[in-house]
């Protein structure tokens, strides 16, 4: 046996007879943990190049294209220049063969044949090379006047070729395979003096033992050492000891249990589909693939589109997986709140799963979001309770809520239940003299319930909206849900410290106002998490497969604040109509990335058309005009030609001109973009923008 354990061969000895053996018993491998998967290996994924010439381009693989199209020659010109070049090739050659033009061309010829060669066959060959040089001059020569290449191409079909070469990448684009730079060698390990630890991750990947988001997370784990020092014997320490399991996600997860949709966590990005190839879009742009990452994402989104055209399929399914897949990696946090039964993704692919309604959800929801301040939980709690109510102060329904919250956690240590908070709100006197009671000795939170006691049953007091809105989680459906008193698991938004991925069932179908009262109240408490982090490392993103009756005015400032506090959200519609009139507008101009489905309606697309202004294009207005001849054989002509072709001989005017257009009319979103199509306009972080694009969406013919 040879040392690395593999049986050697030999041929048998002169004269030698072998004995039969019994045949080896069969050893079966092990079976394996996941289905084989194609594609690049992970040195290969690595090592591909990656390149971007604007926001949303899917940079694996990325070759840019030329700013503007170039100009087109007209096949019919093309042919008639050809065949031009080719006969006047042609008279030429037979002037010169004919001795019209002399004998001028065969001088050179005879100065470099010597005299000896006259009469014999070298002379023949030696004038039968120069005629063929003499033609070869004459065909490249008329060639390139009458453009024969390029009607070559043209009539081959490969007008796909691009006229401008595509811009060569660096050097350090194309890191050779077991080079100095080769990133599955980890050279910033090497040069941090970690030799044996990259050895560890070199020979995991080279195994087959790591995969992509092992990669990105342990990166990512690096990073963190870099900035602090003193976790780098810890860093070693993991490394040896797990290999490519090492800094693994809290949860034990290195990979989700399936991918709907196509991730390139290098660049953290995910393929959203393929841009049109066409006139609508940007000549630069056509026939690239587009992506989202938290570069975009950092913008928010908002889709707006029937039900049917995809939202969900097409655009929130893989956005929450490729953050769940960053999550993994330690680089986000993200919350997915859908309906009931929405396909956001299976249970294994979240940390938490709350399903408000459903007696058999290990999670329950905290209703006051993780705060301690009094103050700040009313004003979430008004917010979601009643800031969509026409004509309702939610300022004022913060004041009166503040007025019951913080007695009560003065009394208690601790927020109301659900029950308990809507007999304050009614006014019961005997909830009011029990608080009473326990607030012995404490004269400011006695001071602030007797406030609310007087104000209740004012013409403008919010205690009975508030206590109409509590009403609806006051049901035996949620009797086991919004627990303050610890017997339950709630989750709460301020774990978007750490990277976790949440799923929100909300009960659509049963609750339909109570659903949209909790979609409100957490777009309320994530954009106040989101913006109260000490630690912003994390990208922090919430999703909603249905934001309709979910936009308040609070609200919509909040998403405007989520830029700068490295947090972005998703929002999907079915209409405009869903969110108020006055905050469309305002909806619009918050976000920086917006998408129109298939299907929308006119007015909807008029929103749209008005977000995304105007361009300058040129026109062309050609002007036919009928041609009168003065001479009788002109006339004649003419008449002979009209009778053949039954048209009258006319000329063309063009006029060009510079004028300006919407770049997406109402009428063109509303019936224009084809089935599985999308309308999209990206706007990084940094300010960078992306004209809307046609796009047609992955998972579409």
Sequence with gaps: M???????????RAGHVPRPTAPPTPHLPPKPSHAPTAGPTLGDWLRHPRTSDGPGVWTYGHVPRATEEPEETPTRQLVSGALISLLAGLLLWSLLWNNYLGGFWLWPMYMFTPDSWAHTHA??????????????????????????????????????????????????????????????????LRAAGLGEV???LEAEAGGGRMNDVDYTRIRRAWDSVRVDPSRMRAFADAVRDKGAAAC??????????VRAARHDLLARQVLLGTVEDG??????????????????????????GPSGTGKTRRLVRPVVESLSLQALAGQAAVVAVGAAGAQ????????????????????DLDLYGGATDPDEAATLLAEAFVGDVPGTDVRRAATALAQLLGPFRAAYERFPAVPELRELLDGLPTAFDTLRRDLAGQHAMLRELDARARQHGAPADPGPALADRVALLDRPAFAGFFDTTGQGRPFSLRALEHPIRVRVDLPERGH????????????????????ARTDRSLFAFLAFDDASHTLTAGTVRGVQRLRSAHAGVLLTLRTLDDVPEELRTPLLGSVGCRMAFSGVTTWDGKRFAEAWGTEWVETRDVTHRTVFADQPLTRLMHSFRKLVTGKAVTTD???????????????DLAHAVPPGHAVLSLTSVRGERAAPLLVRLAGTS
């Design 198 to 200: 990259a050895e560890r």
């Design 123 to 188: 002379a023949v060959v030696v004038a039968y090379v120069w005629y063929g040089i003499v033609v070869a001059v004459l065909a490249i020569g008329f060639g390139r006047l009458g453009r024969w290449p390029e009607l070559g191409r043209r009539l081959l079909g490969s007008r796909l070729l691009r006229v401008v070469q595509p811009t060569p990448l660096p050097d350090s684009a194309h890191p050779e395979a077991g080079g100095p730079d080769d990133p599955a060698r980890w050279p910033q």
């Design 512 to 531: 339909a106002d109570a659903s949209r009262m909790l979609a409100r109240l957490l777009l309320a408490q994530f954009n106040a998490a989101a913006a």
């Design 2 to 12: 040879d040392t690395d354990g593999t049986h050697e061969t030999r041929p048998p």
């Design 653 to 667: 005017a063009v006029t060009v001109r510079q004028v300006e257009r919407e770049r997406w009319s109402a009428s």
């Design 248 to 257: 693994v996600h809290p949860s034990g997860a290195r990979d989700l249990p």
């Design 279 to 304: 006139t609508r879009n940007p000549y630069s742009r056509r026939g690239t693939a587009l992506a989202l990452d938290p570069d975009v994402l950092g913008t928010s989104l908002l889709a707006v």
């Design 344 to 363: 956001l993704g299976p249970d294994a692919a979240f940390d938490v799963v709350v399903r408000v309604g459903d007696p058999a959800s290990v999670y």
